[in-house]
């Protein structure tokens, strides 16, 4: 299940903070919300995988695997992380129907592009510190990215329950 409620609130309240902030406190609340943002893009693309998982793997070598899959995949890009730990988990023959059914409005090619910028904007926000000339997206725009992605993963989410 992907549920945004949480997130949406974050970061809404991070983009208040970073309004009424001077500009170097309101960079730390940009940081962050990017770093938010990604946090829930991975834990709810494991949420999604997870389901099928629970529902449709019933005997523990293979839940022993499952975990192991899932244990093993850190990161919440499309092609290396999400599409592979399903690919892997509903199998090639069901990854290719979904694929195909989510993609007729383009929407994979929207969320493997938007998932590689934020992939960008997160590694620089985890693996630098605050200087003076370093600049963050405002939250507004992480919000934005949250709203255009949340559609995408709840399609996902809703087609893999009907996968039988």
């Not at 510190?129 to 507004?140: E, H």
């Amino acid at each position: 299940m992907v549920v945004k409620k949480y997130i949406l609130s974050n970061i809404k309240k991070l983009d208040q903070l970073y309004n009424s902030s001077p500009t170097v406190e309101a960079t730390y609340y940009s940081k962050l919300a990017i770093i938010e943002l990604c946090g829930w893009i991975e834990f709810s693309m494991d949420n999604i995988v997870e389901y099928f998982a629970n529902e449709h793997i019933k005997t523990q070598p293979f839940k022993d695997s499952f975990k192991s899959l899932k244990d093993k995949n850190y990161g919440f890009d499309y092609k290396q992380n999400f599409r592979k730990m399903l690919s892997q988990t509903i199998g090639m023959h069901n990854m290719e129907k979904l694929e195909l059914t989510i993609n007729r409005t383009g929407n994979v090619n929207i969320l493997d592009a938007t998932l590689n910028n934020l992939k960008n904007l997160r590694n620089d926000a985890a693996h630098t510190y605050i200087d003076t000339t370093k600049t963050y997206q405002a939250p507004s725009v992480t919000k934005s990215q949250l709203e255009l992605i949340y559609p995408i993963l709840k399609d996902f989410s809703k087609e893999i329950k009907k996968i039988k």
